[in-house]
């Protein structure tokens, strides 16, 4: 089955950090991150390609690093000093291969919740 994973999410006090992964079940090029809040429209928050280049949204630049694992087929999403309001369910899209193609995959989601 052709799947996205994603797993760290919690509850965490505001200025601390949690790490999300997302792991495939095959092989991956780029893979984004992308947050959904109660209300609002799902936004990418960081974006990484097969060769590593990062892009990020202006909420995440400076305390969110995107990363990946080719070997475990796993992107990261390391977020540091977290605010409220990035309280949202995360979810990771990227291309998964398997079966000589590639398929537009989305996880499940995994809620990340900053509160005291």
């Known amino acids: 089955q052709v799947q996205l994973v994603e797993s760290g999410g919690g509850l965490v006090q505001p200025g601390g950090s949690l790490r999300l992964s997302c792991a495939a079940s095959?092989?991956?090029?780029?893979v984004g991150w992308y947050r959904q809040a109660p209300g609002k429209q799902r936004e990418l928050v960081a974006r990484i390609s097969s060769s590593g280049s990062t892009n990020y949204a202006d909420s995440a630049k400076g305390r969110f690093t995107i990363s990946r694992d080719n070997a475990r087929n796993t992107v990261y999403l390391q977020m540091n000093s977290l605010k409220p309001e990035d309280t949202a369910v995360y979810y990771c899209?990227?291309?998964?291969?398997?079966?000589?193609?590639?398929?537009?995959?989305w996880g499940q989601g995994t809620q990340v919740t900053v509160s005291s």
């Open positions: 095959g092989g991956i090029n780029t």
């Open positions: 899209n990227g291309n998964v291969y398997s079966g000589e193609r590639f398929f537009n995959v």
